[in-house]
């Protein structure tokens, strides 16, 4: 059975660094993406970041550029999301989803291309 697990998710003020991990049983990373998505109240989930070791490459929504940075540890059947000099805006419920694909364009962008979801994980940037 495939799961997802993303924790890490807290409380920081503006400026501040949190690191997300997703720990993924039930299947190998190969031939796998993984994305990152997030959720603020009365907002629709929008991707945030992705990373695919078949085609190894990550990608990154414009609004985080600079500041995330996604990686993986293949070992520990883990992904993670670190994230630099949050901003309020960022405030979010985070997931972590993960499908059989190799993302081509924007194609990592569409939760819908994502067949297995984790629970969100908090994140509250305070100003």
């Known amino acids: 059975e495939v799961q997802l697990q993303a924790f890490g998710g807290g409380l920081v003020q503006a400026g501040g660094s949190l690191r997300l991990s997703c720990a993924a049983s039930?299947?190998?990373?190969?031939?796998?993406?993984i994305g990152w998505f997030r959720q603020a109240p009365g907002k629709e989930r929008e991707g945030v970041s992705c990373i695919s070791s078949s085609v190894g490459r990550t990608y990154y929504a414009d609004s985080v550029k600079g500041r995330f940075t996604i990686s993986s540890d293949n070992r520990k059947n883990t992904v993670y999301l670190q994230m630099n000099s949050l901003k309020p805006e960022d405030t979010a419920d985070y997931y972590c989803?993960?499908?059989?694909?190799?993302?081509?364009?924007?194609?990592?962008?569409?939760?819908?291309?994502?067949?297995?979801w984790g629970q969100g994980t908090e994140v509250t940037v305070s100003s």
């Open positions: 039930g299947f190998t990373f190969d031939g796998y993406a």
């Open positions: 989803a993960a499908a059989p694909f190799s993302p081509r364009g924007s194609s990592w962008y569409v939760a819908g291309m994502y067949d297995y």
